[in-house]
Every structure is written in structure tokens, then in C-alpha cells.
């Protein structure tokens, strides 16, 4: 059983562009969601995908946009970077949309200088 | 506003003895509530729940109790261990409206475990 794993684990982008970050998801789950870590804060939830459909969404502007896959594999995109975009973000997993008992990866760490 | 509050920064403890964190929440529709634990450099990882129907949940040396009145869980570390040592996070998930299928995550609480 593979856990969640994303991609890439750091990255550095100038301010205004744009990035997609990736997330595999554990085997079985069918729901992905994305979570924001600024430095000193808890994750703050972005958005969730339930077999490849927007379930949810946090209090983030349009510019955060998501995809999940037929596989449940999902990708956050971030479009004008901004500096307080710079934070760790982190994907879940769960089966089913309640998130009881969601699986995290390790994070991937963006940079926008 | 920051619906789920853990109060305490931080937390020192000796190796063996009890490790309390403390996490509040304010949402009347939380329902489900979490306990995550982060190392540097990884992602959470999950260590107890607990739902709203009970208010005790126990697992080894971890038992989170719930006091739905006071809108408050504890986590209660017995023995506590070095290798406890980590970022401790409180999370809360409400059914339906705009909480479904969300957690919601206190600023966390670090907690040192000295030999």
C-alpha cells in the first residue's frame, strides 16, 4: 500500500508566475484535498476533490485552482504568484469525502521571491 | 477568525511523565475532532479521533477526551517519550454547509519530551 506522495518536495518562483504542484494519493482513497501551511500556522484547507469534482472550498481567491484525475491523482494550480503564497503545501487522502481519518504527504515547499 | 484555538505554543515535559495539549473550538457544528502529530521536513500524521457522540477515546498512550459543553479536547500523552517530541495539531470537521469535507486545524503546539 503506497502512501500519499507529492511533487515536487521545494521550489522557488519569481513573483507573477505560475506553479501546479502535484499529489498521488493513497491507494483506494478517492478524495484529495489541499491545505496551505504558513510558517508558525496550521494548515488552512484550500479546496477538496471528490471523484474529480470541486466538494469544498476554503476562503482562497480564484487564482487556486485544482484537477483530480480518473485515478484520484490531483494537481493545485497557483496562477500570479504572490510572496504570501510562499508556505508549505500539503495534500490529503481519505476514502470518501468526510475526511475522518485523512492521510497526509510530506508537503510541498514553494518559495516566491 | 480561528474557529479551533490550541492556546499553548509550546510544552515542556520529562521523559515518563503526562504530556497535556489542549485545543478549543468555537464552531457548534464540528462534530469530528483529530489529532495530528508533525515531524520537520513531513507531512501530518494522523494519531487519534474522537466524534462528537463519545467523550473519550483511548489508544495506546494516547487518549483524547472531549467536553462538548466547553467546546474543548485534551490530549493526554502517558508515558510520555523523546520521540513524542513534535508539532501537535488539533483538527475539527463539521457534516454539511460549507464545513463538509473540510478539517479545520489549530496553530499547533510543540511539545518537548526530555530525557
Known amino acids: 500500500e503506497t502512501g500519499v506522495t507529492q511533487s515536487p518536495t521545494h521550489l522557488i518562483k519569481t513573483r507573477g508566475q505560475q506553479v501546479t504542484l502535484r499529489c498521488s494519493s493513497q491507494?483506494?482513497?478517492?478524495?484529495v484535498s489541499w491545505y496551505q501551511q504558513a510558517l508558525g500556522q496550521g494548515p488552512q484547507f484550500i479546496f477538496q476533490?471528490?471523484?474529480?469534482?470541486?466538494?469544498g472550498r476554503g476562503n482562497f481567491p480564484p487564482r487556486f485552482s485544482g484537477l483530480q484525475f480518473p485515478n484520484y491523482s490531483s494537481e493545485l494550480n497557483v496562477n500570479a504568484l504572490e510572496l504570501d503564497d510562499s508556505a508549505l503545501y500539503l495534500c490529503?487522502?481519505?476514502?470518501?469525502?468526510?475526511?475522518?481519518?485523512?492521510?497526509f504527504g510530506q508537503g510541498t515547499r514553494l518559495t516566491v521571491v | 477568525d480561528q474557529q479551533v484555538k490550541q492556546n499553548s505554543p509550546s510544552l515542556s515535559v520529562q521523559e515518563g511523565r503526562i504530556s497535556i495539549l489542549n485545543c478549543d473550538y468555537t464552531?457548534?457544528?464540528?462534530?469530528?475532532f483529530l489529532w495530528y502529530k508533525k515531524y520537520p521536513a513531513e507531512g501530518p500524521t494522523f494519531l487519534i479521533s474522537?466524534?462528537?457522540?463519545?467523550d473519550k477515546n483511548e489508544d495506546g498512550r494516547f487518549t483524547v477526551f472531549l467536553n462538548k459543553s466547553a467546546k474543548h479536547l485534551s490530549l493526554h500523552i502517558v508515558p510520555s517519550q523523546p520521540g513524542d517530541s513534535a508539532v501537535y495539531f488539533c483538527?475539527?470537521?463539521?457534516?454539511?454547509?460549507?464545513?463538509?469535507?473540510?478539517?479545520?486545524f489549530g496553530q499547533g503546539t510543540i511539545l518537548t519530551v526530555h530525557p
Open positions: 490529503a487522502s481519505s476514502l470518501g469525502s468526510q475526511n475522518t481519518e485523512a492521510f
Open positions: 491507494s483506494g482513497h478517492n478524495t
Open positions: 476533490y471528490y471523484r474529480e469534482e470541486e466538494n
Open positions: 464552531n457548534s457544528m464540528f462534530d469530528y
Open positions: 474522537i466524534s462528537s457522540i463519545k
Open positions: 483538527a475539527a470537521s463539521g457534516r454539511g454547509g460549507t464545513s463538509y469535507g473540510k478539517l479545520t
